[in-house]
């Protein structure tokens, strides 16, 4: 079997060949996601439910044929198969419940800040930047309960771009590295 193929060398390889595929791979991950974030939302909420029913049919089927707690498992499969359907069927309600989770824990974190440095017992100027932060973190908090779609596809945006940069990144250090003399990569002369 040829190594150049192998998971090993593509994945973790330290080769010309290997950070030029990754970069290649991570670049068109990242334009994907930021080009098209809501349909990449959609996706992921998809997969996830697949991967939630199939986990909730294994459940209830190993639930009926164990004889301990054979209740609980079946009843939790069951719950995991509903959630998982939700998810393939309603992807973008399931990406608004995420979304609102994720505003009340800004929100929720942002008023506890501020409420630990209003209970600080220190001078005044090192109060500032808690505060900031607790208002920085009301202010994220709001703008996910008010647009949490587009909050959210903001998020997979900015993650687009960073895996845009870090493909770019892997592709120079490709052209960086000396080129290869074998499959185990390059020789030191």
Same mark, same amino acid.
């Given at each position: ?13 330290? @080769? ?8 290649? $791979?991570?670049?068109? +991950?990242? $334009? ?14 998809? $997969? ?6 199939? %986990?909730?049919? *294994? %459940? ?8 301990? &707690?054979? /209740? ?9 198969? +509903? ?6 069927? &309603?992807?973008?309600?399931?990406? /608004? +419940?995420?979304? *609102? ?10 008023? %506890?800040?501020?409420?630990?440095? %209003? ?13 900031? @932060? ?10 996910? $309960?008010? *647009? ?14 960073? +895996? ?16 290869? @003399?074998?499959?185990?990569?390059? &020789?030191?002369?």
């Amino acid at each position: 079997m040829n190594s150049r193929f192998s998971a090993s060398v593509f994945f973790a390889g330290i @080769s010309r060949n290997a950070f030029l595929c990754r970069g290649i $791979l991570v670049l068109v +991950l990242g $334009l994907l996601i930021a080009l098209k974030p809501l349909v990449t939302l959609e996706l992921i909420s998809m $997969l996830l439910g697949w991967i939630f029913t199939a %986990a909730g049919i *294994w %459940a209830v089927f190993s639930g009926a044929f164990n004889d301990r &707690q054979r /209740f609980f498992w079946v009843f939790y499969g069951l719950i995991m198969i +509903l959630g998982g359907m939700f998810m393939i069927f &309603q992807p973008f309600k399931v990406v /608004f +419940l995420i979304a *609102w989770f994720i505003a009340l824990w800004f929100i929720a974190g942002g008023v %506890a800040g501020i409420w630990n440095t %209003a209970q600080m017992s220190v001078e005044g100027r090192y109060k500032i930047l808690p505060v900031i @932060s607790g208002l920085v973190g009301l202010f994220i908090g709001f703008l996910f $309960l008010i *647009w949490p779609l587009t909050s959210v596809a903001g998020m997979f945006w900015i993650a687009g771009l960073i +895996l845009i940069i870090r493909g770019a990144m892997l592709i120079a250090f490709s052209r960086l590295l000396p080129g290869e @003399s074998g499959p185990e990569g390059p &020789q030191n002369s």
